[in-house]
């Protein structure tokens, strides 16, 4: 399961590593800092549902918010200082640990090829590798391309955990979320649009600005969410190579900002960050970035939304410059939104 981390190997996004203090943090995207690693603190040692032998695990991050984020810089910066980083490029602390603190790292793919050559010892397991192998069959994407995160993948899952299951590129992806679309209702497997969604709705009433009627119709475009009989499910995209090397583009900050854009380009909206193509009548050409992840998957081409978050122009060192509105801001917390008007 894990692995010791002595060369302290590229960890890809949706990997997980572990630190000498024995927590536990996922990786953030591609693109990191020299000689560190964006993440976020996910689970330290304490008494919780998750675990394998003596070890037990409590959840820091249980909601995926942005206060709980800020709650995890606080506690590192009391605790291991040197875990938080002033990250230029994007003007923020960040949670970025040193790979000289890394003592154990844990691998998506690695980990589901473990599953895939020996025996399922868990229930869970066995659900994962049914529901690997069938959107394998109908995809046509190779066991390969498929990986698990989330406690699965560190070995510390419980009969209740979800099965968070990810897709290595973004052609692969989009042929299993088709092959999740033909299989709704089949073979034990029902979406999240087809089933009762009052889970998805409360935990966005928390979040948004916005009546329940609108969050309802967030909630039916959900694609990558649903059921392998009783356990729940995600599927999510890992990138086929960072986007950007660090340093190479630098963001900032225009403030909050409401903006009203027809989205063009989905393509890129169920990986880390999720990334939605939009056209602005007057801007031009923009993006709406996503670290809220609960938006990842949710718009369409087509689709004319409101968008309130963090404005930013992003400049690259090859002199290409876009304007892009970030939703999962520090600053915005609790007045961010996206809504579709048309």
Same mark, same amino acid.
């Given at each position: 399961?894990?692995?010791?981390?002595?060369?302290?190997p590229?960890?890809?996004d949706h990997d997980?590593f572990e630190t000498?203090?024995g927590?536990?943090?996922?990786v953030?995207g591609d693109v990191?800092?020299p000689?560190r690693?964006w993440?976020?603190?996910?689970?330290?040692?304490?008494e919780?549902?998750? /675990?394998n032998?003596e070890?037990?695990y409590r959840?820091?991050?249980?909601?995926?918010?942005v206060?709980e984020?800020?709650?995890?810089i606080?506690f590192?910066?009391h605790?291991a200082?040197d875990?938080?980083f002033?990250?230029? =490029?994007?003007?923020?602390r960040?949670?970025?640990?040193?790979?000289s603190k890394?003592?154990?790292?844990?691998?998506?793919?690695e980990?589901l090829?473990?599953?895939?050559?020996?025996e399922a010892?868990?229930? *869970?397991e066995?659900?994962?590798?049914?529901l690997v192998?069938?959107?394998s069959d109908?995809s046509g994407?190779?066991?390969e391309?498929?990986?698990?995160t989330?406690s699965?993948?560190l070995?510390i899952q419980?009969?209740n955990?979800?099965i968070?299951?990810l897709?290595?590129?973004?052609?692969?992806?989009?042929?299993?979320?088709e092959?999740?679309e033909?299989?709704d /209702?089949?073979?034990?497997?029902?979406?999240q649009?087809?089933?009762?969604?009052?889970?998805?709705v409360a935990?966005?009433?928390?979040?948004?600005? *916005?009546?329940r009627?609108?969050?309802e119709? *967030?909630?039916s475009?959900? +694609?990558?969410k649903g059921?392998?009989?009783?356990a729940?499910?995600s599927?999510?995209g890992v990138?086929?190579?960072?986007?950007?090397?660090?340093g190479e583009?630098?963001?900032?900050?225009?403030? *909050?900002a409401?903006r009203?854009v027809e989205v063009?380009?989905?393509?890129?909206?169920?990986f =880390?960050?999720?990334?939605?193509?939009a056209?602005?009548?007057?801007?031009g050409? +923009?993006?709406?970035?996503?670290y809220d +992840?609960?938006?990842a998957?949710?718009?369409?081409?087509g689709?004319v939304?409101?968008?309130?978050?963090?404005?930013?122009?992003?400049e690259?060192?090859?002199?290409?410059?876009w304007l892009q509105i970030?939703?999962?801001?520090?600053?915005g917390v609790?007045?961010?939104?996206?809504r579709?008007?048309g």
């Open positions: 399961m894990g692995e010791e981390a002595r060369e302290y590229t960890l890809r997980y000498e203090e927590w536990i943090f996922f953030l990191h800092p000689g690693v993440s976020c603190l996910k689970y330290v040692p304490g919780g549902v998750w /675990g032998g070890n037990r959840r820091v991050l249980k909601n995926y918010t206060e984020l800020l709650s995890s606080q590192l910066e605790n200082p875990y938080v002033f990250d230029y =490029t994007v003007g923020a960040v949670i970025a640990p040193p790979l890394i003592r154990r790292v844990y691998r998506a793919r980990r090829a473990e599953l895939m050559g020996g010892l868990h229930p *869970l066995e659900r994962l590798l049914k192998g069938m959107l109908y994407v190779r066991l391309d498929f990986g698990v989330g699965l993948l070995g419980h009969n955990s979800d968070d299951l897709v290595y590129g973004q052609q692969n992806l989009w042929r299993v979320l092959a999740l033909a299989l /209702g089949r073979e034990g497997i029902t979406l649009k087809s089933r009762a969604r009052e889970g998805w935990r966005a009433s928390a979040r948004y600005p *916005l009546p009627s609108e969050l119709i *967030l909630a475009r959900v +694609m990558n059921w392998v009989g009783e729940v499910f599927v999510h990138r086929d190579k960072p986007p950007h090397r660090y583009v630098l963001y900032r900050s225009l403030g *909050l409401r009203v063009v380009d989905v393509r890129g909206s169920l =880390t960050p999720a990334v939605y193509i056209e602005d009548g007057e801007a050409p +923009m993006r709406i970035v996503c +992840m609960m938006l998957g949710v718009l369409r081409s689709d939304v409101e968008v309130q978050g963090k404005l930013e122009v992003a690259a060192k090859g002199g290409e410059r970030l939703v999962g801001s520090y600053e609790g007045k961010e939104y996206v579709i008007v």
